[in-house]
């Protein structure tokens, strides 16, 4: 039992007949900007300033250098092993089956939670935007989850269904959207920076750092949601063309770009409204810039973005989703199901509904702040394991073809655990109970499923 809990996949494995690779260097960095950037910024704020106060900016900080410690092992990682699957399938070939079947299941939770937080915060925007171009505002009973004071959020319901119609149509063409949604987003975040400094006002950003470092901490482990993009990059490693060298730099370029965007949104936001004001406030960004230009068209202006912006994070949540589950079905860790093809768009169409029925329901029924440190813990933990999963490669196949290599090794694998450790530990009680109910579910079904359909289940060892 023990000997098949530690039997690692084949390195070089690659299948003969899977993905398309249709997906260059600039197409694979917007892929990760666009998960990112809206992730969490269009609406984290809220959350976070009541934690750290102004000293929000710090938490980004903190946030953006675990990300960066973490970028860079992915990076080696995505160059040496580009396959489908993500820190899944690094683990399956440096850690073993029982390490890459928890990964992926951590994978499973942080892309099915995040896609349903990203969907209900589009609502959010969405209702702000037609109020103030229509004047009409989403029934309360159809514009929240029943713990946020609604029946369902059907806004949220209808943007995984419409994304998941756009996936089911092929990679490059969601790739293709997703690019010039990324430029939409990024210049309307612009826009709001150079708009909200205008009114930056110093005092707003005293006491500094209300709830001490505590506040920051906590601040800082909801905030790493927002930087689970640079995990997507990774997912696309069979769709991309010469992987071993566009992984890798699609990958840190995305996280300069998203961290130095992070960093002037917030600055600009904190400097422009006391801190007090973030909690509960919806659509908050807009409602900043309404408050400091005293007109409407800078928050309609900034609705519509995150309209846009939140979309095609959704949309990239959701394609990461289904490929992770396409390798771990190749693998049979999950129903093959998640892995059959359509013959003509050569996607998991059939999967890519199961996901998109999941994520609605979970989009639709449950509140914000529910999702938000779920999808931080599921990240940390795979982000973590990635981290060590070089350390492993390194000293077990030393001569393995790498596009890329951490630099300062091992002091930043070991620095980036540390940090994924300490955020982790900020989060709440509840996040760690239902964490591990989630994996007491893994259990069960690796014991009564994945157990006996792996594929290397005969003993197949290609470390």
Known sequence: MTSQLLRRKPVTAEPADGLTRSIGTFGLMALGIGATIGTGIFFVLTTAVPEAGPAVTVGFVLAAVTAGFTALCYAELASTIPASGSSYSYAYATLGELVAYVVGWCLVLEYAVSSAAVSVGWS?????????????????????????????????????????????????????????????????????????????????????????IAGISAAASSIFFSFIGLDAVS?????????????PRAIIGALVVVTVVYLLVALAAVGAQPAADFEGQTAGLAVILERVTGASWPGIVLAAGAVVSIFSVTLV??????????????????????????????TPVRGTVLVALFVGALAGFLPLDFLVDLTSMGTLVAFAVVSVGVVVLRRTAPDLPRGFRVPGYPVVPVLSVLFCLYLVAGLSGTTFALFAGWLALAAVVYVTYARKHSTLRDGVDGA
């Open 235 to 247: 997912t696309a490693g069979e769709e991309v063309r010469d992987p071993r060298r566009t992984l």
């Open 124 to 212: 959010e925007y969405l209702d702000q935007l037609l109020g103030d171009t229509l004047g009409w505002s989403i029934p309360a009973a159809l514009a929240a989850a029943p713990g946020a004071g609604g029946v369902v959020n059907l806004p949220a319901v209808v943007l995984v269904a419409l994304c998941a119609l756009l996936l089911v149509r092929g990679a490059s063409e969601s790739a293709t959207v997703n690019a010039v949604m990324v430029v939409v987003k990024v210049g309307v975040l612009l826009l709001f920076v150079v708009l909200a400094l205008t009114g930056f006002d110093s005092g707003n950003l005293t006491p500094f750092a209300p709830l001490g």
């Open 317 to 346: 949540t959701l394609y990461g989703q289904t490929r992770i589950l396409y390798a771990m079905s190749r693998d049979g860790m999950v129903p093959a199901v998640f892995s059959r093809l359509h013959p003509r768009t050569r």
